[in-house]
């Protein structure tokens, strides 16, 4: 039996699949946030390059990879698909359990796969510089090491709590030539809006993506790029799902059930989204879970409503699962995970049934980790350990049922910069956070009023 099943350089795909020629019914428009009209092309093109506004939207099936990108991807592309013999075994399961190694690539997760498309896109319209805000730094590290590569500019505005927790995620993106300051910061207006009503502030996803929004329309030659969450980017992720096909069909298996964890829904898109035609026609029982923190239950606790993308209220609505744009996340380590709302693509089929989710709090999940350390060498990054705890009890339900499915995951990166939490957890200084009931309630009465 083969463990790692490779593909070579020439199976990189040449094209991403977009699933939005595919939708049984198609996605509720963006909206202008002061007009609250649907957005045209022409309203984010002070902010976006023009080429991934058009993928935004496009209804085309395929949409051809430059061969640019294809070069830069093929430094650590394809990935292995990995069968977790050692983990199967250890938990005594009929199952079979594969993930796939995103934590390969150069930053050590997926988020290079559409940081390259993204930083080339904008160098062949003639941007020179790009702005954006990072979580945990998996975002900042992408894209400054994409940047690095196209010779752009690059600023990152780094949530705060992050910046203290995680030196080294700030001394890579430096390295790769990107400046970093903590967010909130005193650069923006809408930084020193939130540091005058709180100096102390450890700031938000919803923070820090105002202030780089802000920085793009306040400097020539500047575009705003985004990690997660829009269209366009888990677009660029599907190369994930693509691979993974090819991958088992080497080895002559079929996934039933999908995993993968879900911060703004990226990488659960690009291993998932291939897999949509299949699940819609062919083979309905295939299964999609997406796993997120009860710290932050986007999918199982909130309402599928328009909302802002940020805090301060200045991106597009978006008709999505959120937690309301006013949510501060407790201080769970999988940094990445700490989004107020999800991608309208994964929120969408949600709501259609076709994707399910979970949720799952810090300790069980770090057991998972663990495990799979022990077993598989690897050690995962805090938000990949949200899928292994969901792929886990799949396996375990298996046993139960005495069933042999093949279960997938997506190992979205490495913890290689998380050892900090990993060592709270082994001091058993985790806590458990359940995002309090009252808290959702009251930031859903900030919800712009749409209809
Ligand atoms: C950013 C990140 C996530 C969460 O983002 P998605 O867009 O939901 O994929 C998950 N895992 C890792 C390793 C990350 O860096």
């Given amino acids: 039996m083969e463990r790692r099943i ?16 595919d939708l049984p019914t198609p996605l509720a428009p963006p909206l202008h946030p002061g007009t609250k ?12 390059a023009m080429e991934l506004i058009k993928q935004e939207m496009s209804p085309e099936r395929w949409i051809e990879i430059p061969s640019e990108v294809r070069d830069v991807l093929a ?11 050692n983990l199967e075994k250890k938990l005594g399961t009929p199952a079979r359990i594969y993930y796939k190694n995103e934590s390969v690539s150069p930053a050590g997760s997926h988020k290079p796969n559409t940081a390259v498309a ?27 090491f994409a940047c690095s590569i196209f010779g752009l500019k690059c600023k990152v505005y780094m949530v705060r709590v992050s910046f203290d927790q995680k030196p080294y995620r700030k001394s890579l993106m430096r390295l790769w030539g990107a400046e970093v300051v903590a967010s909130p910061s005193p650069d923006t207006k809408s930084g020193r809006d939130v540091l005058a009503r709180n ?46 096909q090819k991958q088992l069909a080497l080895v002559g298996d079929k996934a039933d059930i999908l995993v993968g964890c879900t911060g703004g829904g990226s990488n659960f898109g690009g291993l998932v989204l291939p897999f949509i035609p299949e699940k819609l026609k062919g ?32 991106t597009p609505l978006v008709k999505m699962y959120t ?3 006013t949510f501060m996340p407790s201080g769970i380590h999988a940094g990445g995970l700490r989004y107020h709302g ?5 929120s969408h089929l949600t709501d259609l049934k076709i994707v399910e989710a979970v949720a799952y709090s810090q300790n069980p999940v770090f057991d998972a980790a663990v495990m799979f350390a022990n077993e598989e060498g690897i050690v995962p990054a805090p938000e990949s350990a949200h899928a292994i705890r969901a792929a886990i009890d799949e396996a375990l339900r298996c046993k139960a049922r005495n069933e042999s499915k093949a279960i997938v995951f997506s190992l979205s990166g490495h913890g290689h910069f998380d050892l900090t939490a990993y060592d709270a957890y082994l001091n058993g200084k985790l806590e458990d956070f359940e995002h309090p009931e009252e808290d959702i309630a009251e930031a859903l009465k900030h919800l712009p009023k749409v209809e």
């Fill in 6 to 21: 490779f593909l070579p350089e020439k199976e990189l795909a040449n094209a991403w699949y977009n699933v939005l020629a």
């Fill in 37 to 48: 009209k649907p957005l045209g092309p022409e309203d984010l093109a002070p902010i976006f």
């Fill in 75 to 85: 430094l650590w592309r394809p990935t292995p698909l990995v069968r977790a013999v």
């Fill in 118 to 144: 993204q930083a080339y896109y904008n160098k062949k319209q003639g941007i020179t510089r790009l702005s954006t805000e990072t979580g945990a730094g998996q975002w900042g590290s992408a894209l400054s």
């Fill in 199 to 244: 100096p102390d502030s450890t700031g938000s996803l919803g923070i820090a993506i105002s202030e780089a929004v802000e920085d793009c329309v306040t400097h020539d030659s500047t575009r705003y790029t985004l990690g997660s969450v829009l269209n366009h980017v888990l677009m660029h992720q599907t190369v994930i799902g693509l691979e993974t």
């Fill in 283 to 314: 083979r309905p029982g295939i299964r999609m879970v997406a796993v997120e923190p009860t710290a932050c239950p986007t999918l199982t606790k909130g309402p599928f409503r328009y909302d802002f993308g940020d805090t301060a209220g200045m």
């Fill in 323 to 325: 937690l309301g744009h």
């Fill in 342 to 346: 999800m991608a309208p693509l994964i």
